[in-house]
Nanobody, 124 residues
Framework: QVQLVESGGGLAQAGGSLKLSCAASGRTFSTYAMGWFRQAPGKEREFVVA????????YYADSVRGRFTISRDNAKNTVYLQMNSLKPEDTAVYYC?????????????????WGKGTLVTVSS
């Protein structure tokens, strides 16, 4: 069982930055692929980015590539999402997710665990 707790959401201005964190419980964190999804009001949840269990491979959605950066610290059981050049359309609840598959594509196609989400609001 893996429990995920997101933090770092809040209000930012367009062009600004925020850094999200996702703390995971359990001793198997380093074997899981991790990632972020988001859900804007009235829209379906969408994939944002994923990182492999070792941290050496990533996969980004086109909408955030070049602006967002995912990283992980397996010693701290934490994954991060650095969000730069924020746009109003980035406003959403951001969810952390985990997949035992270990690869970014494994997480893209299936997730075993979800956090409860953290709200990011970007004002224009």
């Amino acid at each position: 069982q893996v429990q995920l707790v997101e933090s770092g959401g809040g209000l930012a201005q367009a062009g600004g930055s925020l850094k999200l964190s996702c703390a995971a419980s359990g001793r198997t964190f380093s074997t899981y692929a991790m990632g972020w999804f988001r859900q804007a009001p009235g829209k379906e949840r969408e994939f944002v980015v994923a990182i492999s269990s070792s941290g050496d491979a990533t996969y980004y959605a086109d909408s955030v590539r070049g602006r967002f950066t995912i990283s992980r610290d397996n010693a701290k059981n934490t994954v991060y999402l650095q969000m730069n050049s924020l746009k109003p359309e980035d406003t959403a609840v951001y969810y952390c997710a985990a997949s035992p598959g270990g690869t970014p594509m494994a997480l893209y196609y299936g997730r075993d665990y979800w956090g409860k989400g953290t709200l990011v609001t970007v004002s224009s």
